[in-house]
């Protein structure tokens, strides 16, 4: 209490303790800081008015030496620094966000991450990703699930069917966990996994957005992995890669740590989608009607006005407006795809340029398949696959780019809106 009035200054509180032992002796008298009377000037006050009875009696009081050490002993730097300085200055010392210790399978945590690795999945170069769950208490990885595309709801679930099963091949970790750390990504915080984690009695903890903090067990798992693990193995996308461009097999070869990794281009070389990672909120138009410029004209004008609720927010378009697009269809364009953050993809194509309301059609670049997946488990998944395609209209389409990148909507979300509307057209709220 006498270094957070002193705000640690050790030195004052020996003082009063040697003051408040030498007026219990009879040798100096007592008194109150806040009184009417004179305080000799020897003697030195007990901040904010308090009785100099108050202060601890000690005897015999140690020296000045041996209670400096006893503080650096039992105080630690962050506290030292919190009593001088206040809470701000004890973070510079301490453990942010420290939990205290609990016990096996009280919390897991769990997120996806993408491994900076080229892989052949069925003849396809890919970059894969990895759904997981981590035991907080014993840092054990209890579950996990790779998939070649975007992860969805069923890596979730497969994941989770690694942790909680505990027999061959699983196990012998895992089982049931009290609590689940998850994000606000759509794919965790959907009903067939809410739906499954509530059935085992799991507790779900919503983290608020951007708090990385919050589950820092798994995301020091993904650095972990990204550093230690994946810079180790062949395919390693993250570091320095030379290309070299093979004309004999069409293809580029990608050489690193003495092996040569081949990733074949596409037939049609014109038909190729700028790369937009750079910037997620970029909406990207692709036009395949060429047979209406005054529509085209149109379209283009909508997309390019501010939007937000009260406009304020400048429109990020990249338009595609190349020929050799021309009657190209929805799954071509998304063949066509190569950038990994690219997530939707919105087309103006015939149906565009005869609808009034000049609609697009957005195309979902994050597929499930559920073709291997077994009905006995993921009946719900096989039933009711997501929808891949929706229409929108030119001024809401800056608004689903933006709620899609962030994760503040999925694109069933977006999807079920459309189907709402009388016309099935998606508009700005």
């Known amino acids: 209490m006498l270094l957070a009035y002193w705000h640690g200054n050790a030195s ?30 020897g003697l030195v006050a007990v901040p904010g008015g308090a009785a100099l009875s ?15 050490r006893a503080l650096r002993r039992d105080l630690t730097a962050g506290e030292r620094a919190g009593l001088t300085s206040g809470p701000e200055a004890a973070r510079a010392h301490d453990v942010f966000g420290k939990r205290p210790a609990s016990w096996r399978n009280y919390a897991w945590e769990t997120d996806h991450v993408q491994a900076p690795l080229l892989v052949d999945a069925d003849g396809d170069l890919v970059r894969p990703w990895i759904t997981w769950f981590i035991d907080t208490a014993t840092k054990v990885i209890t579950g996990t699930a790779v998939t070649p595309g975007h992860p969805s709801r069923a890596s979730v679930l497969a994941a989770l069917r690694a942790a909680v099963v505990r027999d061959d091949p699983y196990g012998p970790t895992g089982g049931v966990p009290e609590l689940v750390r998850t994000d606000r990504g759509k794919d965790f915080l959907s009903a067939a996994v809410t739906t499954a984690l509530g059935a085992m009695g799991v507790t779900v903890k919503d983290l608020p ?7 820092g067990t798994v995301e020091n798992l993904n650095r972990a992995a990204d550093r230690m693990l994946f810079a180790a193995l062949p395919g390693y996308t993250a570091g320095p890669r030379p290309f070299l461009l093979d004309h004999s097999r069409r293809s580029w070869l990608s050489v690193r740590g003495g092996r040569v990794l081949a990733m074949t281009l596409p037939e049609n070389l014109e038909r190729v989608l700028p790369e937009i990672g750079r910037d997620l909120f970029d909406v990207l138009v692709i036009r395949t009607d060429f047979n209406d410029d005054e529509a085209w004209n149109a379209v283009v004008g909508e997309l390019h006005r501010p939007w937000g609720p009260g ?12 020929p050799a697009w021309s009657g190209a269809t929805a799954d071509e364009v998304l063949a066509a795809v190569v950038d990994e953050d ?20 957005a195309l979902s670049t994050v597929w499930e ?3 291997g ?19 929108v209209v030119p001024a809401a389409v800056h608004g689903v780019q933006v709620d899609l990148a962030l994760g503040n909507g999925d694109f069933a979300e977006h999807a079920a809106a459309a189907s709402a509307e009388p016309d099935q057209v998606l508009r700005p709220i």
């Open 12 to 41: 004052a509180v020996h003082r009063q303790l040697v003051e408040r032992a030498a007026a219990e002796a009879g040798s100096v008298p007592a008194h109150t800081s806040g009184a009417a009377g004179p305080v000799p000037p």
């Open 54 to 68: 108050q202060v601890p009696l000690l005897d015999p009081v140690p020296s000045l030496s041996t209670f400096l």
């Open 209 to 215: 957005a951007y708090s990385p903090h919050l589950k």
């Open 311 to 322: 406009g304020e927010f400048p429109a990020a378009v990249q338009l595609v407006d190349a």
């Open 342 to 361: 690219l997530i939707v993809v919105f087309l103006a194509d015939r149906d565009t340029m005869k609808s009034p309301a000049r609609a697009l059609l």
């Open 369 to 371: 398949d559920v073709s």
């Open 373 to 391: 997946l077994d009905p006995v488990y993921y009946q719900e998944l096989i039933a009711s696959p997501e929808p891949g395609e929706f229409r």
